[in-house]
C-alpha cells in the first residue's frame, strides 16, 4: 500500500488532539479527519469514527491488520513531525 499523499490540514496545541490529517491512497483514494492525539506516553493515530445509536464511536475506515496500522500511523506521525519542525523553524525566522 502506498500512501501517496499526506496533508496537514489543522494543528491544535491545546488538549490532547494535535493535528487533523488527511491522506491519499495510491492516488486513488482519500481518507479525511484522520486525528493525531497525544496519549499518555505517545503521539497515536486515530482514524475517522462516528457515534453510533448506543454512543459508542465505530471507526468508518481502519486498517485491517497491525502491519497496515503501523505503516499508516509511522507515514502520519513522520508527516507531522516534519510539519511541526518546519512550522517551528519559519516562526523563530520571524
Known amino acids: 500500500m502506498d500512501i501517496s499523499d499526506i496533508k496537514i490540514r489543522k494543528t491544535i496545541s491545546e488538549g490532547r488532539l494535535r493535528a487533523i490529517v488527511s491522506i491519499t491512497l495510491e492516488d486513488?483514494?482519500?481518507v479525511h479527519d484522520i486525528?493525531?492525539?497525544q496519549g499518555d506516553e505517545r503521539l497515536f493515530?486515530?482514524?475517522p469514527s462516528r457515534k453510533d445509536e448506543n454512543g459508542v464511536f465505530?471507526?468508518?475506515v481502519h486498517p485491517?491488520?497491525?502491519s497496515a496500522r503501523k505503516l499508516?500511523?509511522?507515514q502520519i506521525l513522520d508527516a507531522y513531525n516534519r510539519?511541526?519542525?518546519i512550522s517551528e523553524a519559519?516562526?523563530?525566522v520571524v
Open 28 to 30: 486513488t483514494l482519500a
Open 35 to 37: 486525528k493525531i492525539v
Open 45 to 47: 493515530v486515530a482514524m
Open 58 to 60: 465505530r471507526d468508518i
Open 64 to 66: 485491517i491488520s497491525p
Open 72 to 74: 499508516i500511523e509511522d
Open 83 to 85: 510539519h511541526i519542525a
Open 90 to 92: 519559519e516562526a523563530q
